[in-house]
């Protein structure tokens, strides 16, 4: 099965002074999707946005939306999310008591679902899930801030969510998130990513365009 490689510019690596400007700019420069990264200062040491500003930026882009909860009791912020223009929510294994409720719940609400796991989670964690899912999302670094290294460690899991999914005949979309630049996109790709957020490699520079190409480029050649 063929699964281009899309690239998933993170807006916590934006100017959230001028946000509306950024998403137009990444969207021009050839994003394939916005990530868009909620923190709730207990699930993870950091607090970004809430369902308000989703709302506000639902108009400015005709991209998905890929809202990642890192916060404590998701359930409860579904349907706020799902309202504000969400196209896509992205729950932690290890913040559901139950997965499979909290996966269904966000289909009743007509988005895609995804699950993902923090690097010190076993990939065996999110297994009894994934024919309930739209998307896994591998965390490549430790979830709450932009700017840190990437851990190379998560290739393990993300090649067996590849071959899981070969082997299952799924279709989920395998993500990575945290520390992903031209220099590993390439590396990732090669395990089995096909979609890339990437914050600070996107939003650091002054050329979207040409960062984004860069990235996708790299990966590409993973491919082959
Ligand atoms: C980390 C977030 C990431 C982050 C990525 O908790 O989930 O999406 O914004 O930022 P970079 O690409 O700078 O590591
Ligand atoms: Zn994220």
């Known amino acids: 099965m063929h699964h281009p490689i899309r690239i998933a510019p993170s807006i916590l690596a934006a100017d959230f ?11 021009a420069a050839g994003a394939d999707l916005i990530h868009v990264d909620v923190m709730d200062g207990h699930f993870v040491p950091n607090i970004t946005l809430g369902p308000v500003v989703v709302e506000g930026i639902r108009p400015t882009t005709r991209l998905e939306l890929d809202v990642h909860l890192m916060i404590e009791n998701p359930w ?30 966000i289909h009743a609400l007509g988005k895609r679902a995804g699950i993902v796991m923090s690097p010190p989670t076993p990939v065996e964690s999110v297994e009894p899930f994934l024919d309930l899912v739209e998307r896994v999302l591998v965390m490549s670094v430790n979830p709450g801030f932009g700017g840190q290294s990437f851990l190379p460690e998560v290739l393990d899991k993300t090649r067996a969510l590849a071959r ?17 630049k031209e220099t590993n ?14 914050g600070s490699a996107v939003f650091g520079g002054k050329d979207y365009a040409a960062r984004i190409d860069a990235i996708r480029s790299a990966a590409e050649q993973g491919r082959t």
């Open 164 to 180: 899981w999914r070969e082997e299952r005949g799924l279709s989920y979309d395998i993500e990575i998130d945290g520390g992903i």
């Open 17 to 27: 002074g001028r946000l509306e400007h950024e998403i137009r700019s990444v969207e």
């Open 185 to 198: 996109s390439r590396e990732v790709a090669a395990a089995g990513a096909e979609t890339l957020v990437a």
């Open 76 to 105: 409860d912020y579904l349907e706020p999310f799902a309202k504000a223009g969400a196209d896509s929510i992205t729950v932690h294994v290890e913040a559901c008591p139950d997965p499979a409720d909290t996966l269904d719940k």
